[in-house]
């Protein structure tokens, strides 16, 4: 469904006691990821997890290698020939727009104004009040309450792949479990190709299989319990929840 092939990432190694050396952030992966699946990629801080979503969405192009939605040969393309093509991508940190209101900016997303669709949409991501809708995208938002207008904006548009970027930043423990259900409901209902950031058990737990990412390689691809031992390693230096 999504496939990537040989790709890197490499930028100026700026430690290197030459000029021009690079650095390979992300170092020759290749992986298909099935269409309706749920997938936890996770890893180290500095590992390349985030920066190889970023290369699906077109956040950065990649330096060599190939990228095909469906057989399409997306590589060449754009953040926004790519949104069109049914990739959405959630932000670890949502931007916060003065003076715009999260019925602006889901309306927008939805393609449509219509107040029965809306309502639809906050339904699916936990949001009973309709007042709601009517509130600034600004500061006075909770990390709780722009993560769900990030959620709501993302999955509006039914994406074919939907990127979730650590989307337990900024939240409370208990907002956790609801979110994972959320993920879960939307890939199975809606067929969609899930993948989350995270160092969180929750959504490592719930994946279908488990991306493990060191040193700009996958270490490990499989299930949760046959990472344990990956873990618990990287547990013994800090790294997880």
Known sequence: MLEIKDIVFSVPDLDASEKGVQKSIVNRVSYTFEAGKFY????PNGSGKTTLAKLIMGIYPVTSGSLFLEG?????????????????????????????????????????????????????????????LDKPVDSRLSGGEIKKVE???????????????EPDTGIDLWTIDPMVRLLKREQETHGTTTIVVSHNRAFLAAADTLLLIRSGRIAYAGDLDGASALLEDLSACGYGN
């Open 40 to 43: 936890a990629v996770t890893g």
């Open 72 to 132: 399409t040969d997306i590589t060449h393309l754009g953040i926004t020939e790519r949104a069109r093509a049914g990739i959405a991508y959630s932000f670890q940190h949502p931007a916060r727009f003065k003076g715009t209101t999260f019925r602006d900016l889901l309306s927008i997303a939805a393609g449509t104004e219509d107040e029965d669709a809306l309502a639809k949409i906050v339904a699916r991501v936990g949001i009973c009040s309709l007042d709601f």
């Open 151 to 165: 959620l709501a904006t993302t999955i509006a548009r039914n994406p074919r792949v939907a990127i979730y970027d």
